[in-house]
Every structure is written in C-alpha cells, then in structure tokens.
C-alpha cells in the first residue's frame, strides 16, 4: 500500500504543478489579451481621428477645387473679353 500511496502522491504532485503551469501560462496569455485590446482601442480612436480630419480635408479641397474652377472660368471670360475690345 505504501508504494501505491507514494504512486498517488507522485501523481497528484505533478498534477498540481501541471495546474500551476496551466494557470501561469492563462495569466501571461491573459496579460497579451489585454495588451492587444488596448492596442486595438488606441487603434480604432486613431481611426475615427484620422476619418474626421480626411473628411475635413477632404471638403475643404472640394471648395478650394470649386473656387478655382470659378477663377479659372472668370479669367478666360476677362481674357476673352479684353481680346474682343483689342480686335474691335
């Protein structure tokens, strides 16, 4: 009996280390979880940040774009109206 109680006792001991290192290994695995969540969340702000300011720029090239087609039309306008006074 003694050589099968010192049997479980061995297997019970390396049960318990096998749990330990189980547990070890969750909370380092748990560690990079949280790591990468607060990566994800510092990643999807950026995101937004950087989505509202494209949007910002983006309609700000749309009224400069606009306001220089308007130049451009009234200078070649001006410029055909001044040739037609130097031709006349």
Request: proline residues 0%.
């Amino acid at each position: 009996m003694t050589q099968q109680g010192a049997a479980l006792q061995t297997y019970n001991n390396e049960l318990v280390k096998c749990i330990e290192e189980l547990c070890f290994k969750r909370d380092e695995l748990n560690k990079q979880i949280q790591q990468e969540e607060s990566e994800k969340a510092r990643l999807q702000h950026d995101i937004r940040v950087l989505t509202e300011k494209l949007s910002r720029v983006n309609e700000s090239l749309a009224h400069r774009l606009t306001a220089r087609a308007e130049f451009d039309r009234t200078i070649a306008e001006t410029e055909a109206a001044y040739m037609k006074v130097i031709c006349d």
